[in-house]
């Protein structure tokens, strides 16, 4: 493989937790045609659990608490991201970041602190804390729900309201985007079943359906949406196992929208796989055993490979995806990687 062809790959981000002394950051090229990745160099960010892409900019979160949790961005230069800046979150534990092109603004969802964090940028670099909201809420789950838990920041279809997940709470709010980027403090909450832990949410391409995975109780809701109004229209099990205690993770659409993918941990470690009905509803017709504690996962934009992060086992595992079946195979094709729990394909 010449230089040349290695300059025009894919790159495959892969984030992960520090406590083993790597890096936080690691990036490799990825060859959409073979599934195959090859290490090209590394950024050291600690705890650099979640990551998001902008055009030539990436940023990463550092999931840290004590009052050092933090965002950082970087700018893609001669094929490489080099460091811009990093400005503190205010929030403890942030675990997702989320970058709204209309606006330049960037937000977390900080879990330990309940909270979201919002920053204005310049040309990639973050400026200090614009807006700091907390929630306050709690549910049926003591060991998991006794104070809010903000888990995931995301935009409505048309790009206008940022929904915030919160695991501890059992509910999702909706902030309205002022023109700024900043937040409506003021916001509507939907409610989600008491115990459930909302964790994450996709939309459709279409906009016209939303579908959340609860962390807690492995059910996958089913929402359609008119503007910020989500009614509920499903409830499936993501994890069919008879254990009390179960832990979801990450979910997935596909690039060409017919199949929706989640993943299980703790009761069991899976990637499920659901076909998605004309009317947005989800039939569970294949699962997939993977090494232990899968966090997060994505498919490659090509919708040929899926590639799952286990946290535990130390190795993202790179399957081959059946677009016709839903199916998964395992490609025997491993990234080491230490603690991975972020995958990002630019």
């Known amino acids: 493989m010449t230089l040349s062809t290695i300059l025009l790959l894919p790159q495959l981000i892969i984030g992960s937790y520090t406590s083993k002394g790597n890096p936080g950051i690691e990036v490799f090229n ?34 840290e608490g004590d009052g050092k949790a933090n965002v950082s961005s970087f700018q893609l230069q001669d094929g490489k991201y080099q460091a811009i800046n990093t400005e503190l979150s205010r929030g403890d534990h942030p675990c997702f970041v989320l970058f709204r092109e209309k606006s330049q603004t960037l937000y977390t969802a900080n879990y330990s602190g309940g909270s979201v964090s919002v920053f204005t940028t310049d040309k990639g670099k973050i400026n200090p804390l614009a807006q700091y909201i907390a929630y306050r809420g709690s549910s049926v789950n003591n060991d998991r729900q006794n104070s809010s838990h903000a888990h995931m920041v995301t935009l409505s279809p048309d790009q206008n309201t940022l929904f915030v997940t919160d695991l501890g709470a059992d509910k999702l709010y909706a902030h309205r985007i002022l023109a700024n980027g900043l937040l ?27 579908y959340l995975l609860n962390e807690l109780s492995s059910d996958v809701d089913v929402f359609s949406v008119d503007g910020t109004n989500l009614k509920k229209i499903q409830s499936i099990p993501a994890d069919t196992s008879a254990a009390k205690v179960k832990g979801s993770a990450d979910i997935h659409i596909s690039p060409n929208g017919k199949w929706l993918l989640a993943s299980n941990r703790i009761s069991s470690n ?43 086992e130390d190795r993202v595992q790179v399957f081959k995806f059946n677009n016709v079946s839903g199916t998964l195979t395992d490609s025997h094709q491993d990234i080491l990687v230490k603690s991975p729990v972020s995958l990002l394909i630019r």
């Open 30 to 63: 990825w060859n959409d045609r073979t599934g195959i990745a090859r290490k090209s160099y590394s950024l050291r960010v600690p705890a650099a659990s979640y990551q998001a892409i902008a055009g030539n900019y990436l940023f990463s979160v550092s999931e």
């Open 184 to 210: 409506e403090e003021n916001r509507s909450e939907i409610a989600i079943t008491p115990g459930n832990g909302p964790r994450h949410i996709r939309f459709n391409a279409k906009g016209d359906r939303a």
């Open 270 to 312: 899976q990637v499920v796989v659901f076909k998605i009905s004309a009317n947005g509803k989800l039939n569970r017709v294949f699962h997939q055993n993977v090494a232990k504690i899968p966090r997060n996962f994505t498919f490659d934009p090509s919708g040929k490979f899926v590639l799952v992060a286990s946290q535990e």
